[in-house]
């Protein structure tokens, strides 16, 4: 593995769409003891579900710690890669690389910095530094060069391409305080367009209530071809959702996207506000100086938080009646992939959902 | 990575020799206390030179645990892969899978069972989980279906396989009470040729003078092509070591391989005894119930521990005046390739050489 100080711009490198094809999925085995409830068994059987789901168009490589090899070996199927890899957490979306390729199909990995989403400021868990490295780990695992970009703190959550030179981002993350405090906004933009290879940059104010990442992007609002995006949505005016979700659309509205063109956003129903049970809030371990699940504290939950694989889309459900209506619009949207909804409470509960637990690997021409 | 309960030759699969070619070599990064002294500083640079001097001619994927894994990529050059993986100490050649291929050119491993050379009976430490599992985590990281031998206890070092048919070992190891202590020599046999698909098995009886690996063959006799080896020699009959090599010579002698073929044997001299020196002891952790290194204690050494890559001979060398000689012969034995002298007393310290911290993935058909 090439470390390389150039930029992925300057390359000729850009980040692809989900959309586009895959080589395969990452994704971390759960098991920290305060994200996931009473030794994260109901974890893990959801994270299994995503992967054999995601597994059947395209390979998955579960990235799992030595003293959880044996479990995540006996809990997968054969046909799910098992690596041994040490994390902090189990958020391959954000301390996995961003990869982009070239014209010529040339994949290469991204290593931003990882500070467990705010570091010190309002980060989620310290120490980071196993996170921090998983990126470098799987390019060199996948005999991929990598960029450097260590000097920068994002997540991979907080970006979505639509591999034609647009890249989405919400202002209350990559403007948070914990991040990249020392950077104006025109850095930041400027960042991403070396990196992403991005022609445009459109900033989004806020996300999902509640979303303790900051507010990624990923979880309100994802394209799904260029020019079209779905958004997570509520008409219940009192609901705090609805003013941030409103939010979203009207700049939505007003915006065209690197090619000029005007963003068609479909609406994408939430479900009703899911919260913390005390049972399960009694189930996690406790960690001096984190923040800790309250009985009765809102989660983020959000159908928008979907994986796209090469045949189906992997879709978070949570036994609420939107349920059904978000999968028929996802359904309309992706004709060609089969619509799997997995039952995602028990991945919601850690704080996020099928699409922050999954980093794509894009299809390289060798 | 299917687990495969058949057996390699009822498969059609074999082991092909060392001197064919590889798509690569697996080592492990060196750090256990009492292996390594002085926190294996001097170690982790010699075995950094081996994985080095492998690397002008294939791939080399080291694996290094969590806690090794920055030391090991800054003292590592970018060109060597570097992969997360726990083990309980750094010999790849006994950890990882033997490698067998079929005439198609595929590629699977064999997961023996490993038992730190004789597990409670005169095993080396203990535990050995962590390398008991390498084997299947290199398949599963190589995509490679991978054979359940895990009911009989081998390690790499024991066993050397000219490619056609043809397997060496010793009875000092493989009829060690530490290993299969109740499968007769004619069951053992029948094991290695249902495992390697060999045809016959040519039983040395012993290996090297205070081998703690229970007389390995890897450090006394090795292929160097069909129907002819390398054999460690001495002259001085006064030497313990003369009346095992001379009971090589005596065998081999008298053989035929496979193929009907007379064994040429190639006598290459070992260097003068080599011992343990008083500083080197005090430079080990101390771990309670093991062997431990004594000032004055004869090492194992022995030119024929070298390693066969695509382009070279990566051999031992002792600062003895039978390093050239060893290095000349070896020279004339494979003229195609380079000879690569390592100096190599901070890895026989270890208890082995460069072929014991080695292992190679034969060129797979793709």
Redesign the interface.
Known sequence: ???LHTTPAADGFFMPAEFEEHDGCFMIWPERADSWQYGGIAAKKAFAKVAMAIAKSEEVTMLAS?AE??TA?RMLP?YI??????TDDAWARDCAPTFVKNKEGEVRGIDWYFNAWGGLVDGLYFPWD?DN?VA??VC??E?LDCYDARDFVLEGGSIHSDGEGTVMVTEACLLSKGRNPDMTKDEIEEKLKQYLGAKKVIWLERGIYNDETNEHVDNICAFVKPGEVVLAWTDDEEDPQYELSKSCYDILSQETDACGRKIVIHKLPLPKPICMQKEECEGLAWMEDEPTRTDGERLAASYVNFYISNGAIVMPSFGDPADHAAAEILGELFPEREIIPISARDILIGGGNIHCITQQLPKAVR
């Open positions: 593995m090439k470390i030595a090899y044996d070996r054969e890669r098992v690596v041994e890899m040490s196993k490295k470098r780990k060199d695992l005999r």
